[in-house]
């Protein structure tokens, strides 16, 4: 191996964690400015334990997301250290995304910290290197690949990923302690360490359940030192007195009652800890995961679910090797499964066990240690995640490669290291031959750890928001259902112009599986923006008829309803319109009764109410559609279930119009002018208002502002024609009248043409009268009437 300069070999060997630790700052920094994307709305701010809205306590009942565990539809995923996490964070500095993704950063840090301390651990106590620039070198490699490895970035770079980091800084403490306890000869020592051990490792697994693995890993550290009793591999080549040398060592270390005791406790502890938790309840019962979810585990064929796991089981160990290609969601249909054993992928997935089988072997019998470690720090973690036992609710996932991760960058440069040496030995090279061959290899490892430092930045800024994240996964799994429809939402909702784009994704997402509920309510949104109401109908209804509680899409279907309806009543068709009214009522009342949350679905009932004239009550649902909405930005909800506050203030009025209480309905046209000084329907309606209340000129300065906005409304010209008319200027509410019956062309308001022939005759009586009697009929009105051209203020979706 070549020489590194005195210098930096004497800060590498004093300081071998500066360089890793630093590296792995600066390479996920850029994520600070992430926002709050995908998971992290369910985990943060739409979960009350993280809000600290419900008690402390209330957090220990309930999952990850925020629903209470023993519900059936409950994930089961307890994770009560990262929610309180979250929770300080909240307390401490609200819901800005930036300390979050700082804390994570750090957190991060911390542990390639402490995973620098394991490496050169294993590498010191287990490899039969001797040359220490060797060692060294084999050190600085570990730490390097697993502060840079792209595989990472997911858990730094997204906030549910604090579960996955809590729970490896705990997994490594665990590890890092229960080693200590081992180099000390105090009692009292090796207790304390052995109590915080298993401390550690119990905080490690209610930071997320794979934590739970990290106890195994000590009882693997236990037969690799069996295996190793002086902390080199026996030198014998056969299994089974490798074997038999094992059981005896085992034997003898677990004769030592402390031990022994700490033994089963770390076995029941978890055991425990699963039985209580995954099962609060006696009614309580898994989550049983869709075909979206994990289609592998719905297969009927048992060798199908075999063939699949076992391609899936590679493609994690690829995604180590080769993190190219990487996405937030691996759902249907990303990866096909293997339905014949004919599937060519048989044979990659063969090759992949003979060779894990193989290092296993070798590991075992007459390699170093190091292969064990890293087998074990890969392969144990991994177990929850790999459906064997039971399946999960993800068939890949790169947030579960953050813990195996470790062991793969503690085995890979050695597996290379010692592979170069078989080859340099086979080959018989030369001295300079080597010296080059190993300039050459620094040169390659410069180049990928360039190109994984990029990868990582580049992975990481694709967090920043969900445009940026789906569109990239879109490149990766471009026939994911999740992917085709999440990316469609964002379209939709960053700029209603995307409604085309958005409609095709999501038309190639219900091609692929018509009963996709979450695809058909947000084709309905589509098909609602592009201003086709009944096909919106029809994608709303049939996404109700697969599942019924659907609170949200009944709001929506209501509203949708709703503009239909006023749809019908501009082209007087009223009869009909009032059965859409009906039906609005209906969905309006069906979704509140499901418990939804949303301001649009109150609004519309308060809106429907005063089409139906149901009274005074529909003053209370205004008002809470106002209350949620400023709840909704208080705790920075989601901006697209927002509703236009002006709007809500407006149907309150009309209401309150119907019922007399005209003070009141002015005060609400003043607030929704505060919200909205611009909004039309407000000030045609507030014109109108004032216009019945007899004041005119107050009516004619909102007019003039509304007309300044929208100078060809026929409902506004009209009304303007009305005010002139009852101030007795005849001639000009006339051409009023007769501009607003040439904007609606084919559609005259029977209003409008009535209105028009009364102050024709006004003029004609006035042109036969004598001037005196004309000076007086000035505001003489003959049963005419304004046009309503306000409505209840329809939201967009």
Not at 91 to 117: A, D, E, Q, S
Not at 533 to 542: G, I, P, Q, S, T
Request: hydrophobic letters at 45%; one cysteine or more.
């Amino acid at each position: 191996m070549p020489k590194l300069p005195p210098p930096l070999s004497q800060i590498l060997q004093s300081y071998p964690s500066l360089l890793p630790t630093l590296l792995t700052f600066l390479v996920h920094l850029p994520t600070i400015n992430n926002g709050i994307v995908w998971d992290d709305r369910a985990a943060l701010t739409l979960n009350p334990d993280s809000l600290a809205t419900r008690s402390f306590m209330d957090l220990f009942k309930h999952d990850f997301w925020g629903q209470d565990i023993t519900h059936d539809d409950s994930h089961k995923s307890y994770r009560p250290i990262a929610i309180i996490s979250l929770r300080l964070n909240v307390m401490t500095t609200g819901l800005n995304p930036v300390p979050i993704h700082l804390l994570n950063i750090i957190i991060h840090t911390v542990i390639m910290y402490l995973f620098t301390i394991l490496a050169s651990h294993v590498i010191n106590t287990y490899s039969s290197y001797t040359k220490p620039s060797t060692k060294l070198y084999l050190i600085l490699a570990i730490n390097i690949l697993f502060s840079i490895h792209p595989i990472h970035t997911e858990p730094v770079s997204c906030i549910v990923g604090r579960s996955d980091l809590l729970s490896g800084l705990f997994y490594l403490s665990t590890i890092l302690l229960y080693i200590k306890s081992h180099s000390t000869l105090s009692t009292l020592k090796k207790c304390a360490l052995l109590t915080c051990s298993i401390l550690t490792g119990f905080l490690s697994t209610m930071s997320k359940e794979t934590g739970i693995t990290c106890f195994g890993i000590l009882v693997s550290i236990e037969i690799i030192k069996a295996l190793t009793p002086k902390g080199k591999m026996s030198s014998k080549s056969s299994l089974p007195l490798d074997l038999k040398s094992c059981a005896w060592n085992l034997f003898r270390h677990f004769k030592i009652p402390s031990v022994a005791l700490t033994s089963v406790i770390m076995l029941a502890a978890p055991l425990l800890i699963l039985k209580v938790h995954l099962a609060l309840h006696q009614n309580a019962s898994l989550y049983k995961w869709s075909i979206l979810e994990n289609d592998i585990s719905l297969l009927s064929n048992r060798s199908h679910r075999i063939m699949s796991y076992g391609y899936v089981h590679f493609l994690y160990f690829f995604k180590l090797i080769f993190p190219k290609n990487l996405c937030y969601d691996y759902g249907w249909k990303c990866i096909n499964s293997v339905l014949s054993i004919l599937d060519y992928r048989n044979v990659i997935t063969l090759t992949f066990y003979f060779l894990v089988t193989k290092l296993a072997y070798e590991g075992a019998t007459n390699k170093n240690g190091v292969y064990l470690y890293a087998g074990a720090l890969t392969v144990v973690p991994f177990l929850p995640a790999s459906n064997v036992f039971f399946p999960v609710g993800t068939i890949l996932g790169e947030r579960l490669l953050y813990l195996p991760s470790m062991g793969f960058c503690l085995g890979f440069p050695v597996i290379l290291f010692d592979f170069g040496c078989y080859v340099v030995s086979s080959l018989q090279l030369k001295k300079s031959s080597i010296k080059a061959l190993s300039s050459l290899i620094l040169g390659a490892a410069a180049v990928i750890a360039t190109l994984c430092i990029y990868k990582s930045v580049f992975r990481g800024l694709e967090w920043k928001d969900e445009l940026t994240l789906f569109q990239s996964a879109l490149t990766v799994c471009p026939s994911s259902l999740k992917v085709l429809n999440n990316l469609a939402t964002v379209l939709i909702n960053i700029d209603k112009e995307n409604a085309p784009k958005a409609k095709v994704h999501l038309d190639k997402a219900i091609s692929m599986y018509p009963d996709y509920p979450s695809a058909l309510f947000n084709l309905g949104l589509v098909h609602y923006v592009l201003q086709e109401e009944e096909l919106a109908v029809e994608r709303f209804d049939a996404s109700l008829a697969i599942i019924h509680y659907q609170p949200k899409t009944r709001a929506y279907l209501a509203q949708c309803l709703l503009t239909i309806a006023y749809k019908l009543q501009k082209n007087n068709q009223w009869d009909l319109a009032q059965e859409y009214l009906g039906k609005v009522l209906y969905q309006s009342d069906a979704s509140i009764k499901q418990g939804c949350d949303l301001p649009l679905v109150f609004h519309v009932r308060c809106a429907v109410g005063h089409e139906l004239k149901l009274g005074a009550e529909s003053l209370d649902y205004c008002d809470m559609a106002i209350h949620l909405n400023e709840q909704n930005k208080a705790n920075g909800g989601d901006p697209n279930e927002r509703i236009l506050i002006e709007n809500t203030h407006n149907a309150a009025a009309l209401v309150l119009r119907a019922l007399s209480r005209f003070d009141e309905a002015a005060e609400r046209y003043r607030l929704g002018l505060i919200a909205n000084p611009e909004c039309f329907e407000l000030l045609v309606n507030a014109g109108g208002l004032y216009g019945d209340l007899g004041y005119h000129d107050e009516a004619m300065t909102y007019y003039g502002r509304a007309l300044q906005m929208s100078p060809d409304s026929p409902e506004l010209i009209t009304n303007i024609g009305w005010l002139l008319e009852l101030k007795g200027h005849l001639q000009p509410a006339r051409q009023h009248y007769i501009k607003a019956l040439e904007l609606l062309g084919d559609y005259p308001h029977p209003q409008i043409v009535n209105n028009l022939k009364n102050v024709e005759v006004r003029i004609e009586q006035q042109m036969n009268m004598p001037i005196d009697e004309v000076e007086g009929a000035g505001a003489a009105a003959v049963g005419g009437g304004g046009y309503a051209g306000g409505n209840n203020g329809n939201d967009e979706l």
